[in-house]
């Protein structure tokens, strides 16, 4: 069974721009939470989607956003760069919800510039 | 509001120790917590998940318990290999079902 997909893997953008990153969850799996990885802030949770709904969300400015489609692939999407959203952003598949076993994919690196 | 501890923040240890990794958390509310291992430049890798009713989870080498009453979990990780070397993240499901997570502890194994 294939694991979870990220694209971009790398990517750089400079501030004002925006960014859209993907994330294919393992077949089966309908629950997608997205993560975002700093070496000063350490992991932090953006949102879950479930079922094309946002189930849950994290203490994020509104630039930044999700969705999820019916075949439960997800994107992010990141308006107004700044220089703080440069991070490993990572995104989780799962049965149900966070409290089912989080499958994570290799993560995509975002650096504004 | 929840928070997660892990100590040590970093620890070497020569190859076969056996060894222990910490990690506490301030609210005994939680549904579970999940060890994680993550490679440099790489996700994450889930090792063991313990539900709030259970004492402990064994995988291989590895042994995670949870007490939650004092709000503290436990890695053990048995005869340590080289390839055991990355940096160990615990993260508890809290109320709101989001994952909070502790900052981990880099391991390294020397050969």
């Known amino acids: 069974k294939a694991g979870v997909t990220q694209t971009p893997r790398y990517l750089i953008k400079t501030r004002g721009q925006q960014v859209t990153l993907s994330c294919s969850p393992i077949s089966g799996h309908r629950s997608v939470s997205w993560y975002q990885q700093t070496p000063g802030q350490g992991l932090q949770f953006l949102f879950e989607y479930f079922s094309e709904t946002q189930r849950n969300k994290g203490n994020f400015p509104g630039r930044f956003s999700g969705r999820q489609f019916s075949n439960s692939r997800s994107e992010m999407n990141v308006s107004t760069l700044e220089l703080g959203d440069s991070a490993l952003y990572l995104c989780?598949?799962?049965?149900?919800?966070?409290?089912?076993?989080?499958?994570f994919g290799p993560g995509t690196r975002l650096t504004v510039l | 509001k929840q928070e997660v501890t892990q100590i040590p923040a970093a620890l070497s240890v020569p190859e076969g120790e056996n060894l222990v990794l910490n990690c506490s958390f301030t609210d005994s509310a939680i549904y579970n917590l999940q060890w994680f291992r993550q490679d440099p430049g790489k996700g994450l890798t889930s090792l063991l998940l313990?539900?709030?009713s259970q004492r402990e989870q064994t995988s291989g080498r590895l042994n995670a318990s949870l007490d939650k009453s004092s709000g503290r979990s436990t890695l053990y990780i048995a005869a340590s290999q080289p390839g055991d070397s990355a940096t160990y993240l615990c993260a508890v499901s809290d109320s709101n079902y989001q994952l909070i997570w502790g900052a981990g502890t880099k391991l390294i194994i020397k050969p």
């Open positions: 989780a598949s799962g049965a149900g919800d966070s409290t089912d076993t989080q499958y």
């Open positions: 313990i539900q709030s």
